[in-house]
Nanobody
Framework: QVQVVESGGGLVQAGGSLRLSCTPS????????MGWFRQAPGKEREFVAA????????DYADSVKGRFTISRDSAKNTVFLQMNSLKPEDTAVYFC??????????WGQGTQVTVSS
C-alpha cells in the first residue's frame, strides 16, 4: 500500500512563501508524472501543477502560473512545490499524487495552507 506524505504547509500572510514536500512510500517517483492538487473548503479538488518523469517538463493551473514552481529530486524520491506571492485564495489543503488519474494512489492527508489577508 502506497502512503503519500505531504508536508510544509502552514499559516502565512498574503505575499509570503511556502515550500511543500511530498514523498510517497513504496513507489519511486521517477517512474511517474507527478502532480500537486488542492481542495478548498466546499470546493472540488483541483489541479495545481505537474512535472513529467521523462524530461521534467512542467504544467500549471492558470491561477498559479508565475507564482508556483514544481520540482522533483529523484535521489530523495521527493516532489516539491515552491509557492511565492501567496494569496488568500490559495488557502486549501494541498495533496500530491500521480498526474494520471488511472494511476493515482490513495490520497494522503494533505498539508494545510492558510493565507491571511
Amino acid at each position: 500500500q502506497v502512503q503519500v506524505v505531504e508536508s510544509g504547509g502552514g499559516l502565512v500572510q498574503a505575499g509570503g512563501s511556502l515550500r511543500l514536500s511530498c514523498t510517497p512510500s513504496g513507489r519511486i517517483i521517477r517512474r511517474y508524472d507527478m502532480g500537486w492538487f488542492r481542495q478548498a473548503p466546499g470546493k472540488e479538488r483541483e489541479f495545481v501543477a505537474a512535472i513529467t518523469w521523462s524530461d521534467s517538463s512542467t504544467d500549471y493551473a492558470d491561477s498559479v502560473k508565475g507564482r508556483f514552481t514544481i520540482s522533483r529530486d529523484s535521489a530523495k524520491n521527493t516532489v516539491f512545490l515552491q509557492m511565492n506571492s501567496l494569496k488568500p485564495e490559495d488557502t486549501a489543503v494541498y495533496f500530491c499524487n500521480t498526474k494520471t488519474r488511472a494511476l493515482q494512489w490513495p490520497w494522503g492527508q494533505g498539508t494545510q495552507v492558510t493565507v491571511s489577508s
